[in-house]
């Protein structure tokens, strides 16, 4: 399994972004897609994950801004960021666990600053 992760950049605060992350390779048995996050200096957290069937959870720190969705038919996960909050920067990363395995994307910055 491949994740190709896109769409992070520089917004400012209260502003919006979207993320995606595509999956590619064995696509077939991929059930949850999760979105982490790392901000500097802290330890990568888990931001929000969604099953195949649609089945949402969410970090505390982000429910009401964040909304995770996926196009299982594009093998898409995004990650629909709002009111974005200075403490939001860091670099995220799409994940799924396949077989006992866990897979990265490489990861996409987000900077939320005036």
């Known amino acids: 399994v491949q994740l190709q992760a896109s769409g992070g950049g520089l917004a400012q605060p209260e502003g919006s972004l979207r993320l995606s992350c595509a999956a590619s390779?064995?696509?077939?048995?991929?059930?949850?897609m999760s979105w982490y996050r790392q901000a500097p200096g802290k330890q990568r957290e888990l931001v929000a994950g969604?099953?195949?069937?649609?089945?949402?959870n969410y970090a505390d720190s982000v429910k009401g801004r964040f909304a995770i969705s996926r196009d299982n038919a594009k093998n898409t996960v995004y990650l629909q960021i709002n009111t974005l909050k200075p403490e939001d920067t860091a670099v995220y990363y799409c994940n799924t666990i396949v077989a006992g395995n866990a897979y990265w994307g490489q990861g996409t910055q987000v900077t939320v600053s005036s």
């Open positions: 969604i099953s195949r069937g649609g089945s949402r």
């Open positions: 390779g064995n696509i077939f048995s991929i059930n949850v």
